[in-house]
């Protein structure tokens, strides 16, 4: 089992930053890939971006050149920081943890909003 513990979010004006971060805790011998999901109200959820043990990143082409993801493998932390932030990020943010099992596990989900 891998429980994720999220933080961060909030509002933001447009053109504004956040971070995000989630800590794992569990078997997290057991995690490859981190990443973080969002899903906005009446759409199904989406991959923002993702990072594995190795290091190497996906990122979503609406989020590309203005969010990065990080991980810190001591502190078993993945974060998310959001740049130049648009009224479109406003979304519900979940943690991601894939193990090398292909099980996933989901944090609580935190809610980020976009908005003047």
């Known amino acids: 089992q891998v429980q994720l513990v999220e933080s961060g979010g909030g509002l933001v004006q447009p053109g504004g930053s956040l971070g995000l971060s989630c800590a794992a805790s569990?078997?997290?011998?057991?995690?490859?890939?981190m990443g973080w999901y969002r899903q906005a109200p009446g759409k199904q959820r989406e991959l923002v971006a993702a990072?594995?043990?190795?290091?190497?990143?996906t990122y979503a082409d609406s989020v590309k050149g203005r969010f990065t993801i990080s991980r810190d493998n001591a502190k078993n932390t993945v974060y998310l920081q959001m740049n130049s932030l648009k009224p479109e990020d406003t979304a519900v943010y979940y943690c991601?943890?894939?193990?090398?099992?292909?099980?996933?596990?989901w944090g609580q989900g935190t809610q980020v909003t976009v908005s003047s």
């Open positions: 991601n943890a894939e193990t090398r099992q292909y099980r996933n596990y």
């Open positions: 990072i594995t043990s190795g290091g190497s990143t």
């Open positions: 569990g078997s997290i011998f057991s995690i490859n890939a």
